[in-house]
């Protein structure tokens, strides 16, 4: 108590709630039997609080450090878990929110997709997901529960980074949820752009445009056991989105001009690799001749697939204008404006 009271005095900070700890009400033997206000333990934790609140960050980051090997009953910090969406790229594409949290962190438990310039502005520990020794999600993803359990009982600020945003084929629930089972239920949550969106956008592609396309629907082409989703039926003012899709666009495609989903196979593609990044790559075609184009250009995985008429509707080698079929359509301002056959 005498130790803490000294700090509190030295630190500047407010200590008239301690005066009861001063030289005179300190007892003089070991054996002097004394009653405290205030326990040692919350005098930690309240020096703790105070000295976050005004040192730097390496000095509260050295000092939890410190701190985390003692036991939770006797440590006055306590870990903290925040889920934070990186967005699609480089760092510019983060929220000020994430930033901050990232900056501050102790630990950071990033994919391996996220952008080098975002973890370039880590000060703390960054461990990566998946391990090279790992061979699939389902083994990553227990790395990724273990490592945060133990960020947070050591008392640490652990931010669980994820590409895009963590709600979006990102598994973010199921971790919530398994936090949850382990007792820790103050999980904060910081939203990130989706690459769905993000990736479009870089490639000049609007998702919904007025006169062909009011919708848009987003899936993924791998299940959580490995099997391929079912596909929705073709809607003409629809665009379709498929995540995670690249290695498997040839059944896609196929699936997608079946009677069952009945899209003509003139319907425009395009592939977006690593959208926003420096490395951009856009390849575009059809139903019909994408896979054989994707292959051709070498095109990986950290790809997004939109299929529908916005894809051509900004080209500037079409002059704004689409094509269906070989006959042409005019994108319009207004909605309601017949469109062609494109629309029928």
């Known amino acids: 108590n005498r130790y803490c009271y000294s700090i509190l005095r030295t630190a500047n900070c407010p200590y008239q709630r301690y005066t009861h700890l001063t ?8 054996t002097a039997p004394t009653t405290l ?8 934790e309240t020096l703790h609080s105070i000295l976050e609140a005004h040192l730097p960050y390496h000095l509260s ?54 952008h080098p310039s975002v973890l370039g502005i880590v000060r703390g520990k960054v461990k990566m997901l998946p391990r090279h020794e790992r061979k699939n999600s389902d083994d990553a993803q227990e790395d990724a529960y273990k490592w ?21 084929f990102g598994r973010g629930g199921e971790e919530i949820m398994f936090l949850r089972s382990k007792g820790i239920t103050k999980v904060e949550i910081v939203p990130g752009l989706s690459s769905c969106v993000t990736a479009a956008e870089s490639a000049l592609i609007p998702i919904t445009h007025r006169g062909i396309a009011d919708q848009f629907l987003v899936l993924t082409a791998r299940r959580e056991n ?30 997608l001009m079946s009677g069952e989903c009945g899209f003509p196979a003139w319907v425009p593609v395009a592939v977006v690799e690593k959208g926003t990044w420096e490395s951009q790559r856009v390849v575009r075609g059809t139903l019909e001749t994408i896979s054989t184009v994707v292959k051709e250009s070498g095109i990986k995985c950290h790809a997004v697939i939109y299929v529908g008429g916005v894809v051509d509707v900004l080209r500037e080698d079409m002059g704004g204008v689409g094509r269906e079929g070989g006959v042409e359509f005019t994108n319009v301002a207004d909605e309601g404006v017949d469109v062609g056959r494109y629309i029928q």
């Open 226 to 255: 490995g099997s391929t989703p079912s596909l929705p039926p073709y809607e003409p003012r629809r665009t379709l989105v498929i995540m995670m899709g690249i290695g498997r666009l040839p059944t896609l495609t196929e699936k």
């Open 23 to 30: 030289q005179s009400t300190m007892p003089t033997t070991r």
């Open 37 to 44: 206000t205030h326990s040692p333990l919350s005098l930690l």
């Open 61 to 114: 980051h050295y000092l939890r450090l410190l701190l985390s090997p003692l036991t939770p009953q006797i440590r006055p910090t306590t870990g903290t878990i925040t889920l934070v969406g990186a967005g699609p790229g480089p760092v510019h594409h983060l929220t000020l929110q994430a930033y901050t949290h990232i900056r501050n962190a102790d630990l950071v438990i990033s994919d391996r997709l996220i």
């Open 148 to 168: 945060m359990v133990e960020g947070i009982n050591a008392g640490l600020r652990v931010v669980r980074l994820k590409g895009g945003n963590g709600f979006v």
